[in-house]
């Protein structure tokens, strides 16, 4: 399978959330409020040029952002020592075809580069199988926080991998 990752493609980024968001509203499983996911929302100092992309054979399949500085969900953790997973979408198009798996490796990768070798993602408190799909892919539980963004408020699952 190729796989490639670019973080030039904010249009791109941005319809892939929308998709996976759609999807989400569609079968009762809402993540995010859809008029949320907009480059004015989500694309600012701390994300800007860190909006993937991760193209499947040419064809777009997901998004994520990468970030290394996060004073929002991560306050309390020191710039530039773990990156941090946020609004990860894999289109339904891919989906069952272990593409966290060369996510996951490409954000290493991303790590081992800076020295870093720790990354963290927190998900919706209230998604055991999300919860479950993280922990079969090495992250580790750690705490639990309410958040709010967007004018949500969540209980959110934060977890690390350390390696």
Known sequence: MTVTFRNDQPD???AILR???QWLVDSQQEMWQLDT??????????TRDNCYVMYVRGTP????????KDPLYYADVPDNTACFIHKLAIRRLFSGQNLFAHILDFCRG??????IHEIQLETDATRPALM??????????????????FGQTFTCQYYQLHF
């Open 132 to 149: 479950r799909f993280y922990e079969r892919h090495g992250f580790k539980p750690t705490y639990q926080k309410q958040i709010e963004e």
């Open 61 to 68: 399949a997901a998004a994520f952002i990468l970030q290394w």
């Open 12 to 14: 791109e980024f941005i």
């Open 19 to 21: 998709e996976v968001g």
């Open 37 to 46: 996911l907009t480059p004015g929302n989500l694309i600012d100092a701390y």
């Open 110 to 115: 991303q790590c081992l580069a800076r020295n």
